[in-house]
Each structure stands twice: as C-alpha cells, then as structure tokens.
C-alpha cells in the first residue's frame, strides 16, 4: 500500500553530540549580565535565581542522563530562564515521568527547608531563596505545556489532555496577564503574553492530531519509522493548519523546501511510549503533584497566621 504514496523525504539524524560545561557556564554568564543590564543593584538575587534555576533545570539533566537520552545540554536564556534539551527514539512512560517530576519537586522539598529555616532563625536571604524555588517550581507545576506540570499530565494520559492543555493554557495567559498588569509585576505579565502564543500552537496541534485519527492514520511513531502513507496525510494536515508554511511551499521548490517540511512532520509526531505506570501510581503521582503546588502555599499562609497571632 505504501507503493501508492511518494516517498517520504529522508532526514538526517542528529548526530550525537557530548553536553559540553563551556557552553552552559557561557550562557549563565550571559543571562547573568543581561540580567544586570536593567537591574544593576540586585546582585544577590541574580545569585539566587541562577541558584534556583541550576536546581530545577539540574535535576532533569541529571535523570536525562542517567537514563542514555542523547545530546542532553543544560542553557540558559538571557531574560527568561533556563531549560535542559534531550531526545530518545522510544521512551517508557515511568523514566519519563521521573525525567519531568526531577526538576519542581526537589525545588519544593529544598524550598520548605529553607523557609522553616530562615523563618525559624529569621535568616533573610534563605527566605527569598525559598519563595523563588516556590514561585519557579509551582508555576512549572501548572498543566500547561511546555511547562513540567503539563508534560507531566501528557505523560500519564497522552492525546486525552490536548484540548485540555488548549483551554487552560488560555485562560493560564489572561490570568497571568491580569497579575502582571494590577500588582506590576512585569515578568509574569511577558511570561503570561508568551504563553498565549503558545496557545495557538497547541490549538494548531490539536486540530492536526485530531483530523489524522479521523484518517486513521497513526502518528504515535518516530520519523524513521513512519510510513509513506502516514506521511503523506501528516504532511497535508500540517499544511492545511499552516498557511505560512503552505505558502512557502507554493513558491519554493527543491530538497531544501522538502526538509523544511519533513521537519515540521516529524515535529506534529509523538513518540511511541512504554505503558508501566498503574492506576494506583497515577493517583499517587496527582496527589503528590497537587501537595507539591498548595503546600508552599498553606505553608507560608500559616506561618505568617502564626507570626500575626504570636504578635499580638
């Protein structure tokens, strides 16, 4: 059958690179001194956000490598972040859920310690320390991707959280938004306008893996191991969903045009996953993960309550 379809354009592998150190400290630098451009008089909070984000970003690396993922780096965005890059062919679904769960729970664990810490020895720089661990890791925990939170929920119920993922990332970015703009805070405000063009993304995803299961067509598979068939449909979805790209098509031509749009298949794919987690993990797993996100927050509220009561 694969006879009546062209055949798919061939793609090169990335070839496997070793994650150098030089480039992930020249990057902290760079995020440093960028972050220093605008804010030249708070250098012990840049100490302590690259502290905070070396935690979280370091325990996915960690996991990343202990499981074989290929071309594993760690960088760091001037302005924004940081995030660890990876890949593997096939994945199992309980490494991948340790792989996302490595980088907010640590943060949160070692973020209680130092806010029991700092409160209980009135010590200031363990304080803002552990609200930003809170601040970072609880707003990855929310179930929106790229975020842990929504990769985490994406890992444990597949295609049934995209429209989901759609809808609540949505309303995520104008609440995010609402914040910034009333209590000035001009980073979650950027962060929340970000996550609104990440919104048209996923609605873009999900009409095109919505419209290939009403072919029948299975895009749960690496780019290597889809089918002409398969790709032929994935390749029109992908174009009748992206008009600049169709576009592009329409008036180019040669193998580079074909590998622009190989890419773009192949980034519409989702890799075929191992099914070992149970029912009873995935309760646990949800539970943990919303004592993860309002623990801080109880935490916190009532030790202020009781420093209020202990005042009067």
């Not at 893996?209 to 690496?222: A, P, Q, R, Y």
């Not at 390749?235 to 992206?242: Q, S």
């Amino acid at each position: 059958m694969n006879s009546l379809y062209p055949p798919k354009p061939f793609l090169e592998k990335e070839p496997i690179r070793q994650g150098h150190i030089a480039v992930t400290v020249f990057s902290i630098l760079l995020f440093a001194l960028s972050f220093l451009l605008f804010f030249d008089d708070q250098f012990i909070f840049l100490i302590e956000m690259i502290a905070v984000l070396v935690i979280h970003e370091g325990g996915h690396y960690l996991f990343m490598k202990l499981y074989k993922y290929e071309n594993v780096r760690m960088l760091f965005v001037p302005l924004m972040g940081a995030f660890v890059h990876g890949h593997k062919d096939s994945y199992r679904q309980r490494q991948s859920l340790v792989v996302v769960m490595a980088g907010p729970f640590p943060g949160i664990i070692i973020g209680i310690a130092l806010w029991l810490l700092g409160m209980n020895y009135q010590v200031h720089w363990m304080i803002e320390t552990a609200l930003l661990l809170f601040a970072v890791n609880i707003l990855n925990l929310l179930p929106v991707l790229p975020l842990d939170g929504g990769r985490m929920l994406s890992i444990l119920f597949f295609e049934k959280i995209e429209l989901f993922q759609v809808v609540f990332s949505f309303i995520s970015s104008l609440v995010l938004i609402g914040i910034g703009y009333f209590m000035d805070w001009y980073v979650i405000m950027i962060f929340g306008f970000l996550m609104g063009f990440q919104v048209r993304s996923l609605h873009r995803r999900y009409l095109i893996h919505k419209g290939l299961k009403e072919d029948e067509v299975n895009f749960n598979s690496t780019y290597d191991n889809l089918s002409d068939r398969s790709y032929y449909f994935v390749k029109n979805h992908v174009l009748e969903h992206t008009p600049g790209l169709r576009r592009f098509v329409e008036n180019m031509e040669g193998e580079d045009t074909k590998t622009v749009v190989a890419n773009e298949v192949k980034n519409m794919l989702v890799p075929p996953m191992e099914q070992d987690i149970t029912f009873l993990m995935k309760t646990v797993i949800l539970i943990a993960w919303i004592l993860a996100v309002f623990g801080p927050v109880y935490l916190m509220w009532s030790q202020n309550l009781f420093n209020k009561i202990y005042a009067v």
